[in-house]
Nanobody
Framework: QERLVESGGGLAHTGDSLRLSCVLD?????????MAWFRQAPGKEREFVAG????????WYSNPVKGRFAISKDSAKNTLDLQMNNLKPEDTAVYYC??????????????????WGQGTQVTVSS
């Protein structure tokens, strides 16, 4: 089981950008896993935000973030990033990275993921 550590969250204003990073602290390399970012807003269930294939070639996005967020993976460095542009107050949530070594493409279902980071808070004010 991989151990993941997120960073890069913080306070932003509407229209700002933030970049989240997830690094592998222990476990199978990122090159062996489909990976994703999820988020959980207060009082809501955790939801899929963006995912990237094991190869790092193909990406997926939820409709609320499509065109604003970009996921990328550097398997050589075992890092997963989420570039978030044009942030909105509704992007406020705790963001988690997740890894699934069983699949080549990321699942939208959080229960399919084996490893999670501790989460990083993103707060966007208007």
């Amino acid at each position: 089981q991989e151990r993941l550590v997120e960073s890069g969250g913080g306070l932003a204003h509407t229209g700002d950008s933030l970049r989240l990073s997830c690094v592998l602290d222990d476990g199978p390399a990122f090159s062996l896993s489909a990976m994703a970012w999820f988020r959980q807003a207060p009082g809501k269930e955790r939801e899929f935000v963006a995912g990237i294939s094991r190869s790092g070639v193909t990406t997926w996005y939820s409709n609320p973030v499509k065109g604003r967020f970009a996921i990328s993976k550097d398997s050589a460095k075992n890092t997963l990033d989420l570039q978030m542009n044009n942030l909105k107050p509704e992007d406020t949530a705790v963001y988690y990275c997740a890894a699934d070594p069983k699949r080549q493409t990321p699942s939208y279902d959080e229960s399919d993921y084996d490893s999670w980071g501790q989460g990083t808070q993103v707060t966007v004010s208007s």
